[in-house]
């Protein structure tokens, strides 16, 4: 039970910590809001290691360092950047679908690439995802000439790009996790490879924002803690069951974000039919996978 109920406090933490990016973005270009939230989230991440995977740190060999390089490539460059990038392009409610759809990424690369078992359930969940991405993008394409609205068609390339990424970095985590020791330790250890990573890229403009749009960096800095949450809770999850099992709960997020959107962004969000039935089809393909996955 614990590792479902820390999935779901991963979702919480990954629909809610993209409500603040949404907020926090007005004025923030998406590469300086992903390197601000990412040096936030390795704050308690970092803590939480030193206090509880010390040994494991000690421990650690050199070469686990370009794993957890490649995993904070994985987790925040192409993860959390192309996130903010969709959210900033085509809206938290409209992007966190695509996002969501990590689940169906994840169960693709688990059968692959560890050979984890499909169920049948699992494989008709992973269609129910699908189709509820495009209906969740279907009313705003059915209003405009998507060919020619090159920020949607970019909003929701992004936001695929990072559901393969977080889809990906679920796996390496679990192997590093198996292999190191500790979550926390995997956490902590992704984050600060990237923010190292993001400095170059956003970096050179977080100083003004700090200065200019210090409301914005608020929210930015609550989004950093929301995902810190969403990450260590979905590490620790990962190191006690299968990928298949969890990232589909943690994909409930989408359900989160519209319930927060429709909340609080009324003046940013616009939550239609589609949307709606977009996410719920996408909250039913992740239950059957659950169901599949038991």
């Given at each position: 039970?614990?590792?479902?109920?820390?999935?779901?406090?991963?979702?919480?933490?990954?629909?809610?910590?993209?409500?603040?990016?949404?907020?926090?973005?007005?004025?923030?270009h998406?590469?300086?809001?992903?390197?601000?939230?990412?040096?936030?989230?390795?704050?308690?991440?970092?803590?939480?290691?030193?206090?509880?995977?010390?040994?494991?740190?000690?421990?650690?060999?050199l070469?686990?360092?370009?794993?957890?390089?490649?995993?904070?490539?994985?987790?925040?460059?192409?993860?959390?950047?192309?996130?903010?990038?969709?959210?900033?392009?085509?809206?938290?409610?409209?992007?966190?679908?695509?996002?969501?759809?990590?689940?169906?990424?994840?169960?693709?690369?688990?059968?692959i690439?560890?050979?984890?078992?499909?169920?049948?359930?699992v494989?008709?969940g992973?269609?129910?995802?699908?189709?509820?991405?495009?209906?969740?993008?279907?009313?705003?394409?059915?209003?405009?000439?998507?060919?020619?609205?090159?920020?949607?068609?970019?909003?929701?390339?992004?936001?695929?790009?990072?559901?393969?990424?977080?889809g990906?970095?679920?796996?390496?985590?679990?192997?590093?996790?198996?292999?190191?020791?500790?979550?926390?330790?995997?956490?902590?250890?992704?984050?600060?490879?990237?923010?190292?990573?993001?400095?170059?890229?956003?970096?050179?403009?977080?100083?003004?924002?700090?200065?200019?749009?210090?409301?914005?960096?608020?929210?930015?800095?609550?989004?950093?803690?929301?995902?810190?949450?969403?990450?260590?809770?979905?590490?620790?999850?990962?190191?006690?069951?299968?990928?298949?099992?969890?990232?589909?709960?943690?994909?409930?997020?989408?359900?989160?974000?519209?319930?927060?959107?429709?909340?609080?962004?009324?003046?940013?969000?616009k939550?239609?039919?589609?949307?709606?039935?977009?996410?719920?089809?996408?909250?039913?393909?992740?239950?059957?996978?659950?169901?599949?996955?038991?």
């Amino acid at each position: 039970m614990l590792p479902i109920a820390l999935a779901f406090l991963a979702a919480i933490g990954f629909g809610s910590s993209a409500i603040f990016a949404r907020i926090g973005m007005r004025g923030i270009h998406p590469l300086t809001s992903a390197f601000i939230s990412v040096v936030v989230s390795f704050i308690p991440a970092a803590i939480l290691a030193a206090i509880f995977a010390l040994d494991d740190i000690k421990k650690l060999p050199l070469i686990a360092l370009a794993a957890f390089l490649g995993l904070g490539a994985l987790n925040f460059i192409g993860g959390r950047t192309q996130n903010h990038i969709s959210i900033n392009m085509i809206g938290a409610a409209r992007s966190s679908p695509f996002v969501g759809s990590a689940t169906m990424f994840a169960s693709i690369f688990a059968v692959i690439i560890l050979g984890e078992y499909l169920h049948p359930l699992v494989a008709l969940g992973t269609a129910a995802v699908v189709i509820g991405v495009v209906l969740t993008s279907a009313g705003h394409m059915v209003s405009v000439s998507w060919h020619l609205d090159k920020r949607s068609l970019i909003g929701y390339a992004t936001g695929l790009g990072a559901a393969a990424s977080y889809g990906g970095s679920t796996l390496v985590a679990k192997s590093l996790s198996d292999a190191y020791g500790s979550p926390l330790l995997v956490a902590a250890a992704a984050m600060f490879f990237g923010m190292i990573l993001l400095a170059p890229l956003g970096g050179r403009q977080a100083g003004q924002a700090i200065r200019s749009a210090r409301s914005g960096i608020f929210f930015i800095v609550l989004c950093g803690l929301a995902s810190a949450t969403g990450v260590i809770s979905l590490f620790t999850a990962l190191s006690m069951s299968n990928v298949v099992t969890v990232t589909p709960i943690a994909s409930t997020n989408p359900l989160i974000t519209l319930f927060l959107a429709h909340l609080f962004l009324n003046k940013l969000e616009k939550v239609t039919k589609w949307l709606l039935a977009g996410t719920s089809l996408t909250v039913l393909g992740v239950i059957l996978v659950i169901l599949g996955s038991i």
